[in-house]
């Protein structure tokens, strides 16, 4: 297995000129607003609307699969539980909604802040465990959020909460039920502000740090790497991209509950960054899209989805444990090169 | 915060407490062993427990044919109902935990050096079994018949002391003196020690790795298997999600004894299932699960290395 799609990938990205890649990153981007348009094709999902499945899971799941791939692929972190933060994020919709006056575009802001302060505080006590031991305190933190919001009366309990009010008409877009491709387009925007901004750390001094931390973190250490903080961050940044999917989550589905943000959540997500390469970002977008698309178009598989995915995790480990667009070898390419074209 | 209940109560709490330690002790063996030879978190031996539990319900419903509204047994057909329910649970519950070994971490252990690789391997089979039965079960509880009349023996400062309790404590500690003795006085309970002092000296010293590691996989799932029958013994019903609710409460008491470390986890198990029936008393039932979660991140914080110490060979010179 010589060829590598990502090495191949990012040769031809560094071949060509500025107007060859604007051309190719405008093409793409204009495919994908185009999307909603390819709703009554052979793509076509049995149960829900095309346009809504765009929104969620997908566009939800690459945004929260990004946001854990600087957690997990970037840094090698492992948390199981992501899903807090989409939580926080979600209930900071939810209680402010349906408590003040603020509607979600203003919301957005003060709930990806609760996540990435949650993300401080769980960061700044775990983040000195060793490896397997932080797998085990994210996951207690995930059940931790989850079983304090399904005893605390005053967020709803386990009925959680209802009518949550959807945003505004903004620009001339209305966001309710009978235009999905209005959320689809929001969610579209955020996953490539993430992207850029991830692109933007990772040829810089965070992403250097994350790199070195994953390779080998008492080495890294050694170097004169603030692992801690760097780690921290990592920590907080994923904890901001998770707590944005929440709010926009709370915002479109008008209702939130407990028993949304289970421990399975957080494996699906990880499932999704396994499959596609951990710590490439376009073998996590892939990985997600069609790793979140399938349930939805095979209805047989929607019933099974863990079971699949969990053996997927086993079948990846085993065969393929970079992905299946593996992170680009920086040893192949050589130092400079490559981290001008990551 | 309510006091009166655990001042009134604090006699029974105190048995139940006991008894539901010996199941976390026995649990965390799966935990602790393996981690101690492999220094790899086995996250799918809360799974395993998750069998052993329905296998033991399997065994009494469909081998001796009871049903939910049995009556209880007495004299020997108790003894050799409960025997074969016991014995089943433990063998099943140990094959599959080798199975786990096989399958999920034996082709990691040469390939790959990334800690990560076959911790997210453990995690996708523990995922693997618990939708794999929650799909058989169409996610149902399962009730157990109740074989074993629930006598009390005697009252103790007004706690009852229950048959099923005394059941649990006395084969507990016939279970751990055994497994003792075979971790000390035997030839392969060597081989383990050897491994988990020093991984690579003792390959080198002509130990059979893959069998001592299957050794320990079995023996953990035999622990494990023990605790599934004393559990159904006891509380009577199972389902898909039991694993994940008690493994991680047994994960925690390994590491509150130190992980690794097998006379410490007996002393982290017993201590772990006092402290959740004391502050369920406390606190409210519905808090529960979460007791176990807050002593872990406490524990780790504060004391990483447990309290007890970390590592088999200190326990034992």
Redesign the interface.
Known sequence: MNFNLRDAGADFWAKANKWQRYVIALAVIAGLFALPLLQNTFLNTPSTPFVSVLFFPMGIYVLMALGLNVV?GKS?L?D?GYVAFYAVGAYAAGILTTHTSLNIWEILPIGIAAAMFSGLILGA??LR?????L???T???G??IR??A??SSSIGGAMGITNIPNPPTTFGLKFDLDNPQNYYWTILVMIIITVLVIRGLAIRRPGRAWESIRQDEDVAELMGVNTYKYKLWAFVFGAAVGGSAGVLFASKSMFISPNIFT??VS?LI?AFV?FGGMGNIWGVIAGAMILSYVPERIRFIS??R??I??????VM??LR?DGMLPRKKREKIGEVKGVQSE | MDLSILVDQFASLTFDGISLGFIYVLIALGYTMVYGVLR??NFANSEVFMIGTFTTILVSTTLFNHTISSNTLTGVKLYYTLAAMLVGSMIVSGLVSVLIEI??YR??RSR?T????????A??????MA??IR?LTSSAPMGSPRLLEKTILATVWGGDIRLDNVLVIVSGIILLVTLDLFVNKTRLGKGIRAVSMDYDTSRLMGINLNKVISTTFLVGGLGTGAAAFFYITVYEVTRFSIG?ELG?AA?TAA?LGGIGNIRGAFAGGIALGLIEMYSSAVFGT??K??T???I??LV??FK?SGVFGESLQQARV
């Open positions: 997990v090698g492992l199981l006590a775990v465990l060793r490896g397997d031991y797998a085990i305190v996951l207690g933190f059940e931790i079983i304090t399904l005893n421990y399975n494996i990880l396994v019933e099974a863990y079971l995915f969990g053996l997927l995790l086993v480990m085993n444990p | 790899l978190i399958v999920a082709r990691l790959t990334n800690r990560l690789t076959p911790l997210i391997s995690i996708g089979i523990s995922i693997v939708e794999g799909i994940f991680l994960f590491v519905q808090w699960s979460i176990a979660f807050v872990l991140v780790l914080l990483p």
